[in-house]
């Protein structure tokens, strides 16, 4: 057995050294979009298996990205983040943010060739709002009371409370009247591409929806999602050409790829936030000063360099750079490099001035994470921290540190949605994903205000401010937005990057 | 040169055979478990801090073995490793083997329920794959080094057992014995003081194999992330994250391997050595 593994382990080295220098393709043309032929198929690896084909139970983000090419809502978003009508080509909301009006857009079909009616619309709004059972699918959309037909191209949404962030809750999918139950098995929606088949841990295969509403589109045929094991097993069928499409790929990976010419690497900014969490209801971490030491011990930028290769945006608080009306830039409260006097200084204060043990649990399969340890644990040492790492189990992880709060430390990523409260909520005193036990009442206050701000300069000014009181507080060290490496065959092109985790694969096109 | 083992004493050309093999194996680990102990109070740079601009250098006469990632030396990185992975090696062969020659004597001399309980356990424990059993064994002990070397040691036990109980079944009806207890010598003077070093020999070989067995084990779990903990150097976890650079750093995952394969077949060649009667 122990024999067996390492011998596993150096023809495995040797097999993987000998595949990377096999690389041959032509170069890359990206021409526009009016001479594209459509046809062709492109294959799209994928991390992990989906979790539901019910667009409305399905949670996991690797899902959502793949149900984003099946379904669509009354809205969706653009890769500039906006929204944009999709089932609905128009909406109104009224002046006291409590009544949305859609008015459905002409000839937009389902995949089983129907009209949508605003039956339909009545019915998927009714289902997710848990007016149909008692039981929300989508927590945000519960606050909807009721769903009402105007007319059969005009459906208004009544809601009970006012909330100018509701409507990017609205991009939840349209299903035909009655097919929830089916919808698992076979679904049935209005995106771009319409479900051929799924096999469980293997693939999952879509075909072009004829009658998709956006003239022209989609240019392929077919696209297949196919699940990949590993990172490594990734780069390899990349070269191999047997996946054309990988959106994960590591800062290593991509320096391979970059030396081919099979490959684009594009960069995109993730809507992941990275940080070392701190719980703040932990000693010596409940002291405002230690957390101050830490942030200040932190060279944010050596992060960025050696774990994501420079890709990665900066970030002081709790907001994407690319929400730029709601983001202020605080990265210079603390720097963007190491300040180890004014760290060993606020210690000392402290009264901590030899140091003390600190323990950052981190989850190990995220690879990303246990290398930004590895950096932190080195800069906190400089100020006479010292820290190890304790890799956890990612079940464990959620089990203990992200719902059970045993922790001191720990390195992780929050994915945020396009609303651009979404991580700001957690920080509340009462709030269940609250999980760094952060507790100051004048940020409960401000962010009760601004979820009623009907003023969206009115609610971004109160949200800049959420965003300083979470760096003065040093409630947790926001370190950075890492950058999505995504490997694109040169026999593709029109991949558009979205500022949320989608796979939109309508515009891509075949150039050969 | 002959040795005082019972079996037939090996021809002359094989003894200088032998005697190859027992240098190349003591050359060879005598270099590595040096530089491994060296490594453990001492390195040229420090195993841990970072650089930025001396990230990804290929092997020079600065950095023998090149920097990694994170701009560490990987020779320094390499000798620290190779002095963890041999202690800790070391440490699960000398427990394993205790806990195995007290069984194993006991077993092997007395017999009866004793022996068919120890050996019907040692059966179970044989059943597992070892580098299963000591996964599930952390699992529930919870990571760290002194679990690693525990469960390690529990999983080796059954082959000292196994090897010790034949020895002492051997040589409980030897003429000798036999009349060392009609003299009235106490038993465990039997055991242990008569017995015992006539299966020297035997159990010396074996020692080998199971540092050569405890090497791979330990580089195996901390591969997987089980047992040494980054920041922290082992041979296992070097090659477990410099598998992400293969094909941009290819001499940060040849290091740790080559140095684990450094280490075993010098062990090999040592016990091979031993075994054709060279010392």
């Known amino acids: 057995m122990k024999k067996k593994l390492s011998s596993f382990l150096l023809t495995a ?132 009371t009721s769903v009402d037909i105007l007319d059969e191209k005009t459906v208004q949404v009544t809601v009970g409370s006012a909330n100018t962030e509701l409507i990017y809750s609205f991009v939840a999918a349209i299903i035909p009247a009655g097919s929830g139950e089916e919808e698992g098995a076979a679904p049935v929606g209005t995106g771009p591409f319409s479900f051929v088949s799924y096999a469980p841990q293997e693939s999952i295969v879509l075909k072009k929806n004829p009658d998709y509403w956006q003239e022209g589109l989609p240019y392929l045929d077919e696209v297949t999602f196919r699940i990949v094991g590993s990172a490594e097993t990734a780069l390899l069928e990349l070269q191999g050409g047997t996946i054309d499409i990988y959106p994960y790929l590591t800062d290593s990976q991509a320096q391979t790829l970059r030396g081919g010419s099979t490959h684009q690497v594009a960069v995109s900014p993730s809507n992941v936030v990275q940080a070392l969490f701190l719980n703040n209801a932990v000693a010596p971490l409940d002291d405002v000063k230690v957390r101050q030491a830490i942030l200040y011990a932190i060279d944010k930028e050596a992060v960025n360099t050696f774990v994501g290769g420079g890709t990665g945006s900066l970030i002081g608080s709790a907001m994407l750079p690319t929400l730029t009306d709601y983001y202020t830039d605080l990265n210079g409260v603390y720097g963007t490099t190491a300040n180890v006097e004014k760290a060993k200084e606020l210690l000392a204060e ?140 040169s026999r593709l092109a029109g991949y558009r990057f979205y500022p949320i985790y989608v796979q939109d694969m309508s515009t891509v096109y075949v150039t050969e | 040169m002959d040795t005082p083992s019972v079996r037939p004493g090996p021809s002359a050309p094989r003894a200088r055979k032998a005697n190859l093999y027992l240098a190349a194996g003591l050359v060879m680990t005598g270099l590595a478990v040096s530089l491994g102990v060296l490594g453990l109070f001492w390195t040229p740079y420090s195993t841990t801090a970072m650089s930025v601009p001396d990230r990804f250098a290929p092997p020079s006469l600065a950095h023998p073995f090149g920097t990694d990632n994170f701009g560490r030396d990987i020779f320094s990185r390499v000798m620290q490793g190779m002095g963890t992975t041999v202690c800790i090696s070391v440490l699960v062969v000398l427990a394993s083997a205790a806990a195995g020659v007290l069984l194993g004597a006991f077993t092997g001399y007395f017999g009866g329920l004793l022996d068919e309980v120890v050996m019907r356990f040692t059966d179970a424990v044989n059943g597992f794959p070892s580098i299963l059993l000591a996964l599930v064994m952390i699992s529930l002990l919870g990571n760290g080094r002194q679990n690693l070397i525990l469960s390690l040691s529990i999983v080796f036990v059954p082959s000292y057992v196994r090897i010790v109980r034949s020895e002492y079944l051997r040589l409980r009806d030897a003429d000798y014995i036999c009349r060392a207890r009609l003299m009235g010598v106490n038993r465990l003077r039997v055991l242990f003081v008569h017995i015992l070093p006539n299966i020297l020999p035997v159990l010396s070989v074996s020692l080998l194999i199971g540092l050569n067995n405890a090497i791979l084990a330990e580089s195996g779990m901390s591969y997987l992330g089980i047992g040494i903990q980054p920041p922290e150097a082992s041979l296992g976890n070097m090659l477990s994250d410099a598998q992400g650079y293969l094909q941009a750093a290819p001499w940060y995952a040849l290091a740790p391997g080559l140095s684990i394969v450094w280490l075993v077949l010098g062990f090999s060649l040592f016990g091979e050595g031993i075994r054709r009667g060279g010392v």
């Open chain 1, 13 to 144: 080295l040797l097999i993987m050294a000998v595949l990377g220098g096999c690389a041959d393709g032509t170069g890359e043309s990206s021409g526009d979009n009016s001479s594209v032929e459509p046809g062709g198929s492109a294959v799209v690896g994928i991390q992990q298996d989906i979790d539901s084909l019910d667009p409305h139970l399905a949670t996991a983000a690797g899902t959502k990205e793949i149900l984003f090419n099946l379904f669509e809502g009354l809205v969706k978003s653009d890769e500039k983040g906006n929204l944009i009508g999709a089932v609905a080509s128009d909406y109104k909301i009224s002046e006291d943010g409590l009544v949305y009006t859609f008015t459905l857009r002409d000839n937009v079909k389902f995949h089983n060739g129907n009209a949508v009616t605003a039956e339909d619309v009545k019915y998927s709004l009714e289902r997710v709002s848990g007016l149909l059972d008692g039981t929300p699918l989508i927590a945000a959309l519960s606050t909807i």
């Open chain 1, 350 to 489: 402290a009264g901590y001035e030899d140091g003390f043990d600190l323990v950052i649990d981190i989850p190990s399969n995220y690879e990303f994470h246990m290398q930004t340890g590895e950096v932190i644990a080195e800069q906190l040492k400089e100020v006479g921290i010292n820290a190890s790492i304790h890799a956890v189990e990612w079940s464990t992880w959620l089990e203990e540190i992200y719902n059970g709060r045993q922790y001191t430390a720990t390195i992780s990523g929050i994915t945020c949605d396009q609303t651009p409260g979404y991580l700001l909520n957690r920080f509340q005193t009462e709030s269940a994903k609250n999980f760094i036990n952060y507790s100051n009442p004048e940020y409960d206050a401000i962010y009760l205000q601004a979820q009623s701000a009907q003023d969206p300069a009115k609610k971004a000014e109160y949200y800049k401010q959420l965003q300083q009181l979470l760096t003065d507080d040093a409630a947790t060290a926001f370190l950075q937005v890492p950058g999505n490496l995504t490997a694109i065959s």
